[in-house]
T-cell receptor, first 113, second 112 residues
Framework: GDSVTQTEGLVTLTKGLPVMLNCTYQ??????LFWYVQHLNEAPKLLLK?????KRTEHQGFYATLHKSSSSFHLQKSSVQLSDSALYFC????????????FGSGTRLQVYA | GPKVLQIPSHQIIDMGQMVTLNCDPV?????FYWYKQILGQQMEFLVN????????KSKLFKDQFSVERPDGSYFTLKIQPTALEDSAVYFC??????????FGPGTRLLVL
């Protein structure tokens, strides 16, 4: 079946530094990748999404590029802020199909002043 | 952005009792989902629902689980009877089509 791997459980950084959260996936179908961000006691909110190979997508200072050759969709930001502290989930769906999302285990980003 | 509401936010019940979790999806959305997240683990798909029917379900969607959306009101997840291992956060989501799923804040269920 489909799977998503997020290798870091916790990432701690000082504000102003760059960050990259890793996401790799496995599927035999055409992939649609998502990044969701979840602040404490809030709903997971969509941050980024892409099904286009090798095209960078950006939102709110975060960016990611789907690389089908390496099955990756890493999330990056050039300068983190205190408000970026949250739980980040990478998720996979099969393109052209209404269906389930397969989630990674999540990465908690903690930004310090 | 579009908001999905979930009621209640927390629920504590005794093992063996019935519980109904309510979801108010985005008003024009057609597809509805439930996900389960046990503390410290990843969110896992339970079931999705369209046009009054279950479209697909995972192995986590036990026989004790049922979903419905009577007359366009709340999309509900009912567990009857509950078991200790049903303790988790249950997230509802909805989507207009094949694309983005919008999530609610979750219902924290504790089965004693």
């Amino acid at each position: 079946g489909d799977s998503v791997t997020q290798t870091e459980g916790l990432v701690t950084l000082t504000k102003g530094l760059p960050v990259m959260l890793n996401c790799t996936y496995q599927t035999t179908y055409s992939p649609f990748l998502f990044w969701y961000v979840q602040h404490l006691n809030e709903a997971p909110k969509l941050l980024l999404k892409s099904s286009t190979d090798n095209k960078r997508t950006e939102h709110q200072g975060f960016y990611a590029t789907l690389h089908k050759s390496s099955s990756s969709f890493h999330l990056q930001k050039s300068s983190v802020q205190l408000s970026d502290s949250a739980l980040y989930f990478c998720a996979l769906k099969r393109t052209q199909v209404v269906g389930q999302l397969t989630f990674g285990s999540g990465t908690r980003l903690q930004v310090y002043a | 952005g579009p908001k999905v509401l979930q009621i209640p936010s927390h629920q504590i019940i005794d093992m063996g009792q019935m519980v109904t979790l309510n979801c108010d999806p985005v008003s024009n959305h057609l597809y509805f989902y439930w996900y389960k997240q046990i503390l410290g683990q990843q969110m896992e798909f339970l079931v999705n629902f369209y046009n009054g029917k279950v479209m697909e379900k995972s192995k986590l969607f036990k026989d004790q689980f049922s979903v419905e959306r009577p007359d366009g009101s709340y999309f509900t997840l009912k567990i009857q009877p509950t078991a200790l291992e049903d303790s988790a956060v249950y997230f509802c989501a909805s989507s207009l089509g094949q694309d983005t799923q919008y999530f609610g804040p979750g219902t924290r269920l504790l089965v004693l």
